[in-house]
């Protein structure tokens, strides 16, 4: 095995019988996790919150990255055959780095949905609520500046500090988490904006935060657009290519969870926000 950055020499044998691996910083990659149980009922999952060390939207690229080296690591050791990287601010950061480290290995990312977006959006002026460390990265840059150059549609970033923190901290419908949606949605709507994007994995969490918010400020027919369920459907396409999707079995499939924070924690806020339960383990990582 090659240095942490390096490429890995060591091969990865992809059974389909394997779990899929998904990471976040903390509990927003279940609003992906939800698409993919949705989608692939068969296959066993591990979920790896790495709350201990959430928000990751404020922290350094460097962090990020080793963050996101450890965590693969560690879901490697637990045999995983496909990794999603559930959570924009890592992706932005670190997947092409994965990518390089392990060739063998199915990877998904998610990125804010500008090109849904932008085949949505009516008044051509579209939001994109995402961390400041996902609409300051290069990967970002590139990908509004395609967008914008093929369609001419206007994106207004808007960094919003503050709020995968609340989520994290089950702030799901709280006074304080409509004070900051209302704050980061208000300057969009104003501009006209008439789509915003998703574009951190704990959003989807407070989609009716901001529905109810648009509404109030006169626009209840505001397109949100969140990528989860096209990111499950890419992971599907990939295993079939793969040849390693799991067939019917008759045994039903699992979910077990890991986290860097207080399991007891995150075991509750997971059955708050996919109505099910999981083993949640603790590891420091
Ligand atoms: N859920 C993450 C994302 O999609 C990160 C939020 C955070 O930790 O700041 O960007």
Redesign the pocket.
């Known amino acids: 095995m090659s240095s942490r950055y390096g490429r890995n020499e060591s091969l990865i044998m992809l059974s389909a019988s394997g779990p899929i691996g998904v990471f976040?910083?903390?509990v927003?990659g279940l609003s992906v996790l939800r698409h993919i149980r949705a989608q692939l009922p068969d296959e066993d999952l591990i979920y790896f919150a790495d709350s201990g060390h959430?928000?990751?939207?404020s922290k350094s690229e460097a962090f990020v990255i080793d963050r996101s080296f450890r965590i693969a690591d560690f879901l490697l050791s637990q045999k995983i055959k496909a990794l999603v990287v559930a959570?924009?601010?890592a992706t932005a950061m670190a997947i092409h780095l994965l990518r390089d480290k392990y060739p063998d290995l199915p990877i998904v990312g998610?990125e804010p949905g500008l090109k849904p977006a932008a085949a949505k959006t009516i008044t051509g002026i579209v939001g994109v609520m995402a961390?400041e460390r996902?609409l300051s990265s290069n990967k970002f840059h590139v990908l509004h500046q395609t967008l914008n150059d093929r369609t001419g549609v206007h994106f207004i970033m808007q960094p919003c500090p503050g709020m995968?923190d609340l989520i994290e901290h089950a702030e799901l419908d709280s006074e304080p988490i409509h004070a900051l949606v209302r704050r980061y949605l208000t300057p969009l709507l104003e501009q006209k904006a008439d789509t915003v994007v998703l574009g951190?994995?704990?959003y989807p969490f407070v989609r009716h935060v901001i529905e109810k918010i648009a509404a109030e400020s006169g626009c209840p027919d505001l397109r949100i657009i969140d990528t989860g369920y096209a990111v499950a459907r890419q992971l599907t396409h990939l295993l079939d290519i793969y040849a390693i999707r799991r067939g019917k079995t008759d045994c039903a499939s699992a979910m077990q969870a890991y986290t860097s924070g207080d399991p007891k924690t995150i075991g509750h806020l997971i059955a708050r926000l996919l109505q099910t339960t999981m083993p949640v383990a603790y590891i420091s990582l």
């Open positions: 976040d910083s903390g927003g959430a928000p990751y939207g959570c924009n601010t998610v961390t996902t995968a951190c994995t704990h």
